[in-house]
């Protein structure tokens, strides 16, 4: 038995890292998964391991940002699997690197719209599905930063400290409908997305990489970063029964780097 069987979730940024990883784990457990995302081609790779996993899988493209492109990947999700009992809150973009003096209006407002509008979003469109269900669990996936300032990265950092505020909010609006709402702060993840971050931080501070990554590392106390699949577990243990009495709480999964 699975800590998720029967049960559908839909995952946002689906295709890649830790959105990946989440899938994955969860059609381990039983669940049948739909992921979305900007980019088809990572969405249908990530739906196939889904189902070599035994779980029917759905890829539905489109932008967390827009309300029509949510609205469709939600009702896909219901139309072909069921639910949603479980939604992820994953995905999110990196936005502008670099000091606020030098921010671009343009570049700030999609940041906030991805990272905080489309979660947002996903929320208003599956909780009445949930609730027609009898309870579900959503999952945002903040950040370390979501807890703290972090200088050059202000879009992103504002955005993911607006995570918090939501979840508590609507933790707040649907406990009495039996839907829970957790957050899950990672650390540094080694992902494509992280490398790309690494890189324009290592530009805009004129150092390496390497540079970059070895700073960062030496922040943990266990001197390394955290794993996609080890953030993928906390997950589950939000979404499962695991945590049936936890609702408004952000767990760190950071290596130590953040405590509180």
């Not at 889904?50 to 493209?61: D, K, N, Q, T, Y």
């Not at 879009?155 to 918090?164: I, R, T």
């Amino acid at each position: 038995m699975g800590a998720l069987d029967g049960q559908v979730a839909l995952i946002t940024g689906g295709g890649t890292g830790i959105g990946r990883a989440i899938a994955l784990l969860f059609a381990r457990e039983g669940c049948d998964v739909a992921i979305s995302g900007r980019r088809p081609e990572p969405l249908e790779e990530t739906v196939a391991l889904i189902e070599s996993e035994g779980r029917r899988g759905l890829a539905v493209a489109g932008d967390i940002g827009s309300q029509e492109d949510v609205s469709r990947m939600v009702a896909r999700t219901a139309e072909t699997l069921g639910g949603p009992d479980i939604l992820v809150n994953n995905a999110s973009v990196v936005g502008q690197v670099g000091p606020v003096a030098g921010l671009d209006l343009r570049e700030w407002e999609e940041a906030i719209r991805i990272n905080v509008t489309g979660a947002m979003l996903c929320c208003r469109e599956a909780i009445p599905r949930m609730i027609a269900r009898g309870g579900g669990a959503i999952v945002n996936v903040s950040s370390n930063v979501g807890r703290r300032g972090f200088p050059n990265r202000a879009p992103y950092v504002c955005g993911k400290w607006a995570m918090h505020g939501l979840g508590q909010t609507l933790a707040l609006e649907v406990a009495k409908h039996g839907v829970r709402v957790n957050t899950i702060c990672p650390g540094p993840v080694m992902t494509d997305r992280l490398r790309g971050s690494m890189e324009r931080m290592a530009a805009a501070r004129g150092v390496t990489v390497d540079d970059v990554r070895r700073e960062w590392e030496a922040e943990s106390p266990m001197g390394r970063f955290a794993t996609a699949e080890e953030c993928a577990r906390v997950a589950l243990f939000l979404a499962s029964d695991a945590s049936s009495a936890m609702t408004g709480q952000a767990l760190n999964v950071t290596c130590g780097v953040i405590m509180t």
